[in-house]
């Protein structure tokens, strides 16, 4: 995706708010009119009354989105996800937006509850579970989150189990301690370090990275002026402003918020640093690989990792991915590697982009790439025979590798 089709994405997303405003008016007034008031109406509107829309210069693809809300408003947010996948499929405009507008329906959805977060258990993992974060990230924007028995250690640290639907894949769990770090932020007026603390809350260490991951994410989207589907959206990068404190970014200098917080927080800082970094640098990869090189030794890994993950969402060809990854330093090409292939399984939890990708890294790196698969697969999914069928995809050649990567996660789940 192009820098001016994000750009124009954005703006489809600020459209369709307006449209949606405008239907569910037209919607609420064609409801409660009587006869006098609507030949009453009928008046003001042929006299020169002015429209919130002039639905004439409305496209097909506007009303299509405008339409997903108007079914989450009815129907619930699940049957509206559906509907994206389905307009999705045959639109590629609106497939690279699915994130974006994902995460708008999981908000919309909040919204229309008074805030209630129990909307988390409608959500499907579909476009990089946008839906998830948009609902927690909503829920930490409410009036219902704004009262100090919201973020006591106990709410926190409970918040995701009580709105989980039971017997999901852990991942659907842990996406929600990432979209936890997305709220707080907003819940705390932008300030990262009582976000960061809030995080801690969580007694499970996976969740609690997490919720750390989600903290730096949304930190680099409003730090800089990326607009990528996989670090945020637009309508996140759009309430920068007015927020009480300023993202930790810092001009010039490529280590920063990094090099600034605790410890323990360096590891999740690091894995999204290439976002901000590769803004400093202007897009240059060879810089960027280059500053992940000039990151603590210990950390250098998570920040190739980075890369890996930011770069599946810079470039559409994942050739030129799996090139970007051949630049890292050999000791820490998997790890490259490995982000991408989150990456792109992420994207609608189906294993096809990722094992396309495998399919194209160099010979050396092929085995471990599909290993990442079965890794990542065996939290994204419930049983086991559903990650042997998705293992078996990889083929013949790289089905037992995508099988001992699942094989070591799912033993110590």
């Not at 609106?94 to 919309?108: K, W």
Request: include cysteine.
């Amino acid at each position: 995706m192009t820098g001016t089709a994000k750009v124009l994405a954005g703006v489809l997303v600020v459209l369709v708010v307006g449209l949606v405003v405008a239907r569910m008016a037209l919607d609420r007034r064609a409801a409660r009119a009587d006869d006098a008031a609507a030949v009453h109406a009928g008046h003001g509107t042929h006299g020169g009354g002015t429209a919130a829309v002039d639905w004439t210069r409305v496209s097909d693809r506007d009303l299509d989105i405008a339409e997903l809300f108007i079914i989450a408003r009815r129907n619930g947010v699940g049957p509206a996800l559906e509907q994206l996948e389905a307009l999705a499929a045959r639109d590629t405009v609106l497939r690279d937006m699915g994130h974006v507008i994902a995460h708008g329906l999981g908000r919309f959805a909040v919204a229309q509850r008074d805030g209630d977060p129990h909307v988390y258990a409608e959500c499907r993992e579909v476009f990089q579970a946008g839906c998830y974060h948009g609902v927690m990230e909503a829920y930490f924007a409410s009036a219902r989150a704004a009262r100090p028995d919201a973020v006591t250690p106990g709410a926190l640290d409970s918040l995701c189990a009580t709105i989980t639907r039971p017997a999901a894949a852990r991942l659907v769990s842990l996406e929600c301690a990432h979209g936890m770090g997305h709220g707080l932020v907003a819940r705390y007026r932008g300030d990262v370090r009582l976000s960061l603390a809030a995080c801690d809350h969580l007694t499970v260490r996976d969740a609690r990275d997490e919720c750390h991951d989600g903290v730096f994410m949304e930190n680099a989207v409003r730090g800089t002026t990326s607009a990528d589907m996989r670090v945020g959206d637009a309508a996140v990068q759009a309430r920068a402003e007015g927020r009480d404190h300023k993202p930790l970014v810092r001009d010039g200098d490529l280590g920063y918020p990094c090099s600034d917080v605790a410890e323990r927080y360096r590891t999740s800082c690091w894995k999204y640093q290439p976002v901000i970094i590769v803004e400093e640098t202007r897009g240059d990869a060879a810089r960027t690989v280059e500053a992940c090189g000039r990151a603590p030794e210990a950390l250098q890994r998570v920040c190739y990792f980075g890369i890996g993950k930011q770069g599946s969402g810079w470039w559409e060809d994942q050739e030129r991915v799996a090139r970007l990854c051949e630049r890292t330093p050999s000791a820490h090409r998997s790890a490259c590697i490995a982000g991408a292939v989150e990456s792109y399984l992420d994207e609608m939890w189906t294993v096809d982009r990722a094992t396309a990708f495998c399919s194209v890294v160099s010979a050396d790196a092929a085995a471990a790439c599909y290993e990442t698969i079965g890794s990542r697969i065996a939290i994204m999914r419930s049983d086991y025979p559903a990650i042997e069928r998705d293992c078996a995809r990889a083929g013949a050649g790289f089905a037992a590798a995508c099988l001992n990567g699942a094989a070591r996660v799912w033993r110590g789940s």
